[in-house]
């Protein structure tokens, strides 16, 4: 299965756009980018997901370069309750079914 | 729509004891996960079922963690005897269907059960 690289953490202030990154330099021809967080101590949350084409929804933005070996996450107007750890994933099909292989993710803190 | 529920929410043992954690994913939810969540890290994957059948279990630790899902509902996980190293997160995640397409695949965390093995 394709893997993702992400920097370890960003920073973010509130208000302003937060660009999240990330690699995926393996990815296959029908393998899809999703893009989960996680706020401390709760579960990871599915934010957005993509193919080839851009994405947008009431939560974010994706971005999917051309060659697809890249993708950025974008959340247009951070706020506090925006930090978190963002993961970046690439699904990965067995056998009919998908899972999802997490990394250790971006955290992103949006300070005032 | 509740989402998914799982119960405890914390639990501290000693190693080598027994202990289960149970989860109740969304209602009409066929696929049910179970992940492991060491501090620092993302979630791992430790077993999935679709109904009340297992379609992977390759990274469950089988000499000492097992689970269920009866029924195709309701799921517990237990470890025995614990090690320290168990201490993690153990996370509960459903979807709708499995492979049905990329929305079909998302997943609904819950909020975890926190163990500590002293």
């Known amino acids: 299965d394709a893997k993702t690289t992400q920097p370890p953490s960003m920073d973010c202030a509130e208000g302003r756009a937060a660009n999240l990154p990330c690699n995926h330099s393996t990815i296959s021809g029908n393998e899809y980018v999703y893009w989960y967080r996680q706020i401390h101590s709760q579960g990871p949350q599915y934010i957005i997901h993509?193919?080839?084409n851009n994405e947008t929804n009431e939560m974010a933005s994706l971005i999917i370069t051309e060659d697809r070996k890249s993708s950025t996450l974008i959340l247009p107007h951070a706020t506090l309750r925006d930090t978190a750890v963002y993961y970046c994933?690439?699904?990965?099909?067995?056998?009919?079914?998908?899972?999802?292989?997490f990394g250790k993710g971006t955290m992103l803190l949006v300070s005032p | 729509e509740a989402g998914v529920a799982q119960s405890p929410r914390y639990k501290i043992i000693e190693k080598r004891q027994s202990v289960a954690f149970w989860c109740n994913p969304i209602?009409?939810?066929?696929?049910l996960y179970w992940y492991q969540q060491i501090l620092g890290q993302g979630p791992k994957l430790l077993i999935q079922f679709q109904n009340n059948g297992v379609v992977d279990d390759s990274q469950l630790p089988k000499d000492r963690f097992s689970a269920e899902r009866l029924k195709g509902v309701d799921s517990t996980l237990k470890i025995q005897p614990a090690k320290l190293e168990d201490s993690a997160v153990y996370l509960c995640?459903?979807?709708?269907?499995?492979?049905?397409?990329?929305?079909?695949?998302?997943?609904?965390f819950g909020p975890g059960t926190r163990l500590t093995v002293l």
């Open positions: 209602s009409g939810h066929a696929t």
């Open positions: 995640a459903s979807s709708p269907q499995p492979g049905g397409g990329p929305r079909g695949n998302e997943q609904f």
């Open positions: 994933i690439v699904r990965k099909r067995s056998s009919g079914y998908s899972t999802l292989t």
């Open positions: 993509g193919l080839k």
